[in-house]
């Protein structure tokens, strides 16, 4: 039988779970995971402060210029006359596998 809310107050299972309950301490482990395996990798590449910030900067441009992880956006990327790399529309047909220029 279960009992109505109201008197879950009086019952001593209650009572001993809401204590064991409320000296848990919670955590975001794959938040904190997350974290400390970049703080890992950031001190695993270099000391300097500079290359790390140069690196987190080229990282941010290659996140922005390859949007997916998709060989269809890899394959689609091409660079025009002026250098300047740009998104194809295309289907990613075998004649795709050549970048073309504009």
């Known amino acids: 039988m279960v009992k109505h809310p109201t008197k879950w107050n009086d019952d001593t299972s209650y009572q001993d779970l809401k204590t064991a309950a409320s000296k848990m301490k919670v955590v975001n482990d794959s938040a904190e995971r997350a974290i400390a395996l970049m ?3 950031n001190s695993s590449l270099t000391k300097n402060e500079e290359q790390k910030q ?4 080229l990282v941010e441009r290659h996140r922005k210029q ?10 689609n990327t ?8 740009h998104y194809e529309t295309t289907n ?11």
């Open 78 to 85: 091409v660079q025009d006359t002026d250098g300047e790399e």
């Open 39 to 41: 703080q890992q990798y």
């Open 66 to 75: 390859y949007p997916t992880c998709a060989k269809s956006t890899i394959l």
């Open 54 to 57: 140069y690196l987190l900067q």
């Open 92 to 102: 990613n047909s075998s004649d795709n596998l050549n970048p073309s220029s504009s």
